[in-house]
């Protein structure tokens, strides 16, 4: 057993396998064939298991590389998105920039700083990377980390002092180039593209800030200099060239991630997830179902306590409720409905002054009005609800439709609720092309007022 970093570098033809022997010689790593012909995920994962053990693998914590066209990276605007529950708003802002559902992908993101009005996002497509995952974990490979190997050679790279001061970074392998455009020390934005000037130029000339100052990019050579095609590009200054190949950079980064450094990106932690999500934790799981016990046992404990605390409370309130009627009409005998006698005592009293004969305000409980708020959402019309909430009996939702039209059909669907008076949907179009909502209403207590008895 040897301590330090494992790595299995995905590919189409060929995979490789190393271990800490390989972090000073990459050229060493162990090459894993693809057949042609194709093979079933566990025979494969068993031959990656096979070059692993020759390597006296014993069972150390092992990151899974993904290639560079596996992954699909946008750079997202933050602009306009809500600070709570703001992940859930990114993806789907990213699902308008990739070809896919954002359910057939796992996206991780990467934000240059907390000032940053935009953030890298990184998709992995799951369908057919997860039954390799998968078979990789029966085979006894104990997979920790799935990260784009690209990315995992970026974080290495900026972690030294030649990374310092540049605006972007040139990384030349065999073929193709791949160009990280950096924002506080962190990419914010990612391009694999030929290694032609032309390429190179169609992603530069965006970034390229205006004014007199050049790009400063950093190339890295391994397996071509990208150095060369860039200075023939107006606005561009090569700071430097550096000889370092994508793996040798990426175990450095794993490295560095088990002497318990974060990594930007990992894919287990947003859907590529384990086959056998405890097998780190079997050690605790006595300790873990004890604690589900306790804690179980505490919330119906709990639960029982506060049914017998509203069960008193309800006849306390029967109680007073009976007083003032006795007070009120002392020669006559406490009705079955106190609220439905007083109801009528009203209407005729109000029959007597000219008054309308209208009901006593009836207050449902909340989770029942909560409910029946939902109840009214269309369900078949995409939208996104920020914040709902009553204030006593005002009803306040806000929100975000793709037009105008469907802030009116949501406006129109809560109009279902008779007992309630909606008025006409506030809107505003939006920076990321959405369209902001404020819908409010309020509660009709003549037509939303029940008897007592009929609850």
């Known amino acids: 057993m040897k301590s330090g970093p494992w790595i299995i570098i995905a590919g189409d033809n060929t995979w490789k396998v190393g ?30 298991g096979a070059a692993l053990a020759a390597r006296s693998y014993g069972g150390e914590p092992v990151t899974l590389t993904l290639p560079s066209h596996w992954c699909l990276p946008a750079t997202i605007s933050l602009d306009g998105l809500p600070r709570k529950n703001r992940r859930h708003f990114m993806v789907y802002r990213f699902e308008e920039r990739i070809p896919l559902a ?78 990280f455009i950096l924002a506080g020390g962190r990419p914010s934005a990612w391009y694999v593209t030929g290694t ?118 309800a006849a306390r309130s029967e109680q007073r409720l009976e007083d003032v009627y006795r007070a009120t009409f002392p020669a006559k005998s406490i009705p079955a409905s106190i609220l439905s006698r007083l109801e009528s005592e009203r209407k005729r009293l109000g029959g007597m002054s000219g008054e309308g004969a209208s009901h006593f305000p009836v207050r449902g409980a909340a989770l029942l009005l909560f409910h029946d708020t939902l109840a009214h959402l269309p369900r078949d019309l995409r939208y996104r609800v920020a914040d709902l909430r009553w204030t006593d009996d005002r009803l306040y939702v806000e929100g975000q439709s793709r037009s105008h039209a469907d802030a009116n059909v949501i406006a129109e669907a809560l109009r279902q609720d008779k007992t309630l008076v909606v008025e006409s949907p506030q809107t505003e179009q939006q920076s990321n092309q959405a369209v902001g909502f404020v819908i409010t209403g309020v509660r009709n207590t003549a037509a939303g007022s029940v008897k007592r008895g009929d609850r």
Request: aromatic share 6%.
């Open 196 to 313: 032609a000037p032309h390429d190179l130029a169609l992603y530069i000339c965006a970034h390229a800030p205006a004014g007199a100052d050049p790009l400063r990019v950093l190339c890295v050579n391994g397996g071509h200099d990208p150095g060369p095609a860039l200075m023939e590009l107006p606005g561009v200054k090569v700071t430097a060239v550096v000889q370092r190949s994508m793996e040798e950079a990426a175990i450095d980064a794993i490295a560095y991630a088990e002497s318990g450094g974060p990594l930007w990106f990992d894919f287990r932690r947003v859907g590529l997830s384990s086959a056998d999500p405890g097998r780190e934790l079997r050690s605790g799981l006595v300790r873990i179902g004890v604690a589900v016990a306790l804690l179980w046992g505490a919330m119906c404990g709990g639960m029982l306590w506060r049914a017998n605390w509203y069960r008193h409370a």
């Open 102 to 179: 954002v359910e057939e992908v796992a996206v991780e993101f990467i934000s240059p700083d907390g000032s940053s009005t935009a953030a890298l996002g990184v998709a992995a497509q799951i369908k057919p990377i997860q039954p390799l995952v998968d078979a990789i974990e029966r085979a006894g490979i104990n997979l920790a980390a799935i990260a784009p190997i690209s990315m995992l050679a970026l974080q290495s790279l900026l972690g030294t002092s030649r990374a310092e001061r540049c605006d972007a970074v040139a990384w030349g392998t065999d073929g193709k180039a791949e160009l």
């Open 19 to 48: 271990g800490p022997d390989d972090r000073s010689r990459p050229d060493s790593l162990t090459t894993v064939p693809v057949s042609a012909e194709g093979e079933p995920p566990d025979a494969f994962a068993q031959k990656l």
